[in-house]
């Protein structure tokens, strides 16, 4: 399905669909999408490698912000977006960029906090929406993504 | 074969059955009745679905499949039960991270199964025609902690010989899966090894999944359990076949 045909499509994100009865715990595979184990093998090197450069600044991403950002795939890998990029900055934090022509959806994760900042911005850069979003506000999420592919 | 630190992160075991004849979702709510002093909390679970084989025939409301968890107060010990099944999971929490054994966890199930049937009786419903006995060990391996690539996956599992990480460029493995399936004189083990996420904490994680089953002589207790014991040797064995001694090292055999 492409993004343009998402129009009348909301999507459930609050179960996966990788739960292998009978378990409990909930586990999203690297398989769910097809550029997930790709990004997260980036998250790794910018976790274990990440460049500390003079006069920009440190741009490794902390763990606990790198688990976050994980927390946040097992969810988005679920919603058919395109192919997100990530934009470490100094500090140790990360943003998820994803994409559709000039159009933008970032999720920016800070160190030792666990919620997200979203922004919504068009093809002028102007901002459509944003805030402060918690991985518990699923249906949130749902609307936030439903809206940008629906644009 | 015990361990001190194994991998397990979450177990299930019990029974499949056929559906209960006049069973619908009234009687999961009173059959929590039963269980609430030993559960008493409960959690609704994503219904495992059947295809249908009618793909026309109506949806009969009074017995939409609803697989509801009943849980104790630890939130370690849990029933669940759906109209065609009902098990007993334990799972580690961060407070309770000591898997109790399958000598502590089935007379768990003996209780929850006895209060099951209890209840049928009661109420003068059919006792449940098992066709099978189920025995899964969900095995959380974290990324850091015991493997670092998918190149170690061959110290963990003698399944698994791998193979050289690519050498164009500086080219690494970025996922590897695998799943088996095999017969054994009586009953079956399925192994399924996945890279995943964990949910709760963002972890990268190998899930080890080993499920042990077999069909039951027949639905008396006796019969049940004495099928549930063989699998757990089987699922014994299997773990002791498939898991190389440097991984059990690891998890501090004893």
């Given amino acids: 399905m492409s993004a343009s045909t998402a129009t009348a499509i909301r999507f459930d994100l609050s179960i996966p669909d990788s739960v292998r009865p009978p378990q409990l715990e909930r586990v999203v595979e690297f398989e769910s999408a097809r550029w997930l184990p790709s990004l997260l093998a980036d998250l790794r090197s910018l976790e274990a490698r990440g460049r500390n450069i003079d006069g920009i600044g440190d741009l490794r991403v902390a763990n606990t912000t790198a688990d976050n950002v994980r927390r946040l795939l097992t969810v988005i890998s679920a919603a058919p977006l395109p192919e997100p990029r990530l934009a470490p900055f100094s500090g140790g934090g990360v943003a998820l960029i994803c994409s559709i022509g000039g159009r933008e959806l970032t999720f920016t994760a800070y160190p030792d906090n666990r919620d997200f900042i ?5 093809e002028n850069d102007e901002i459509v929406a944003d805030g402060v979003l918690t991985l518990e506000q699923p249906n949130r999420l749902a609307e936030l993504i439903t809206s940008f592919l629906s644009r | 074969m015990e361990f001190a630190n194994p991998p397990v992160a979450e177990t299930s075991l019990g029974f499949y059955f056929q559906k209960i004849e006049g069973w619908n979702v009234l009687h999961q709510g009173a059959l929590w009745e039963r269980f609430r002093s030993r559960y008493s909390e409960y959690e609704f679970l994503p219904p495992i679905m059947e295809i249908p084989s009618q793909p026309n025939a109506g949806l ?3 017995s939409i499949p609803i697989r509801v968890g009943f849980t104790d107060n630890t939130k370690t010990q849990l029933v669940q039960m759906q109209d065609g099944f009902l098990l007993h999971n334990w799972r ?10 399958y000598e502590a966890v089935n007379p768990e ?33 974290v990324r850091g902690e ?4 998918f190149s170690d996956l061959s110290n963990l599992f003698t399944v698994w010989n791998g193979f050289r990480q690519p050498t164009a460029g500086d080219g690494e493995l970025q996922m590897v899966s695998f799943s088996f399936s095999y017969r ?6 399925n192994v399924v090894v996945q890279p995943a ?32 014991d063989e699998c757990h040797d ?7 076949d498939f898991t190389t001694a440097q991984a059990r090292e690891r998890w501090k055999q004893k």
């Fill in chain 2, 60 to 62: 009969d409301l009074a």
């Fill in chain 2, 234 to 240: 089987n699922a014994a064995v299997a773990f002791l």
């Fill in chain 2, 92 to 101: 580690k929490t961060p407070e309770i991270r000591e898997y109790p054994r």
């Fill in chain 2, 197 to 228: 996420i964990r949910k709760s904490d963002g972890k990268e994680i190998i899930q080890f999944t080993l499920s042990s089953s077999m069909a039951p002589k027949s639905s008396e207790d006796k019969a049940l359990f004495a099928c549930l």
């Fill in chain 2, 109 to 141: 199930l003996q209780q929850d199964w006895s209060t099951f049937r209890a209840y049928l009786h009661e109420r003068s419903l059919k006792g449940p025609v098992v066709t099978r006995c189920q025995m899964d060990y969900f095995n959380h391996l």
């Fill in chain 2, 184 to 189: 054994l004189k009586s009953g079956t083990v």
């Fill in chain 2, 146 to 149: 015991e493997w670092q690539d």
């Fill in chain 1, 118 to 122: 979203y922004s919504d911005s068009d």
